[in-house]
Each structure stands twice: as structure tokens, then as C-alpha cells.
């Protein structure tokens, strides 16, 4: 066992980032679309045979939009201890 550990160093970054940290908004009304689009290509366009996916769409489109979710903060914390980080020195030649 050692007694000290030397700190970890990172090497030197312009920009402290992560890509994308939310990922993809939601689209829930898209399944139910798809669904109605391959219920009126398999029917031949026919409105009976398709009432009931045709009643979910638009039970979903008029329902109210989903609250956004919370954005995540990752890179604003980056951003904020970014010059607490150590970078080795440069060597010099």
C-alpha cells in the first residue's frame, strides 16, 4: 500500500463537454401515425376499417403536450470547475 497517490491529470482541453447530454426528444403520437399510415395502406384507404387507430391519433394529437423535461446540467458543472483542473506541464525543448 502506498501512503500518497499521485493526482490524476487530464491533458489540456479548450472546451470541457459532453455531447448531447439530453438525448432525443419524445415524439409519442409518431407510433400511433405509423400505424394509422399502414392500416390505410393495407385497407386501400378505407375509413371503416381503420376507425379505431384513426380515434387514437387524434385523441393523441389533442391531448396536451407532455411537460419538458428537465435539462441536464452536465455542462454548465463542466464549464464552472473547468480552472480547478490541473494539466501537467509542458515540456520544454
Known sequence: MSAAQKP?????LKILRVRNPNGKAERPCMAIMSSVLSCWASAGYNTAGCAQV???LRACMDAPPPPPPRRNEV?????RFKDKLTYPEKKKR
Open 54 to 56: 384513426e380515434q387514437a
Open 8 to 12: 490524476i491529470r487530464l491533458p489540456p
Open 75 to 79: 455542462n454548465y458543472h463542466l464549464a
